[in-house]
């Protein structure tokens, strides 16, 4: 992986300059590189890892999907359909004993509830679903969501 992408991945609000050191590019050159990034698609966006106290309007559950996929489009349609739903923030076909992963988003208990029950479930291939809800999250992509206080006492053995 290009070492300029590890760098954004790790931490997209670095300064071209900042950047450029780090990567022993020019900075018109980190920021040539990053525009062609943009334009031909490989940065898809940026997000920002919000705490969880910040956001206690929102609800989070990871939807486990099993499908029949269609001849000559495999899981791709479905897919399709279940990614143009709002609430879906990330989509990916999994290996093992469930074909899709679904992260959702909602207010509440009962919004994603009536998604997979209303939506989802009946959704043409899909054979079943099972959610679990996000209770709390302690790291994401590299970042400690919460800082703990350091227990400094150290172990102590017999």
Known sequence: MDTLIKLLKQNARLSCKELAAMTSMSEADVEKKIKEYEHSGVIKGYSAIVADDA???????????????????????????????DEVESLTLM?????????????????????????????????????????????????????????ERGFVSP
Do not use: W
């Open 55 to 85: 956001d206690e309007d929102n609800v989070t559950a990871f939807i486990e999907v099993k499908v029949t996929p269609k001849a000559d489009c495999g899981f791709d349609d479905i897919a399709k359909t279940i990614m143009m739903y």
């Open 95 to 151: 290996s093992g004993s469930f074909d899709l992963a679904i992260t959702i988003s909602g207010t509440n208990y009962k919004e994603i509830a009536l998604f997979v029950a209303q939506r989802l479930s009946t959704i043409d291939g899909v054979i079943s679903t099972t959610t679990h809800f996000t209770l709390k999250r302690y790291k994401e992509k590299g970042i400690f969501i919460e800082d703990e206080a350091t227990d």
